[in-house]
């Protein structure tokens, strides 16, 4: 049974950081695409950062890109979202998400993941 239990989220100043975990189990980053969502109040769940380990392709959405860096830890079987120069309009609701079928080439919409973790909120307010 695929599993996703995330961590690390809270109350950061804008220019912060914040490292998010997010602990898979019933899968291995090998067999499984990865990526870190994002929803904020009363807009759809968007794609922040997807990784595809068969095609070795990371995508990131423009509004992340140079401040967030996806990684892994293999043997923990953890993936990581860190968050630096946080900004006001990164707060949301942040999921990590695992797919079978994602094969990279693009950052996909929040339907072609099915897996997810329960959430985690990512505040950055003064």
């Known amino acids: 049974e695929v599993q996703l239990v995330e961590s690390g989220g809270g109350l950061v100043q804008p220019g912060g950081s914040l490292k998010l975990s997010c602990a898979a189990s019933?899968?291995?980053?090998?067999?499984?695409?990865i990526g870190w969502f994002r929803q904020a109040p009363g807009m759809e769940r968007e794609g922040v950062v997807c990784f595809s380990s068969g095609s070795g392709d990371t995508y990131y959405s423009d509004s992340v890109k140079g401040r967030f860096t996806i990684s892994t830890d293999n043997a923990k079987n953890t993936m990581y979202l860190q968050m630096n120069n946080l900004k006001p309009e990164d707060t949301a609701v942040y999921y990590c998400?695992?797919?079978?079928?994602?094969?990279?080439?693009?950052?996909?919409?929040?339907?072609?993941?099915?897996?997810w973790g329960q959430g985690t909120q990512v505040t950055v307010s003064s």
């Open positions: 998400a695992a797919d079978y079928g994602y094969r990279g080439g693009y950052l996909p919409d929040a339907v072609e993941f099915a897996y």
């Open positions: 019933g899968f291995t980053f090998d067999d499984y695409a």
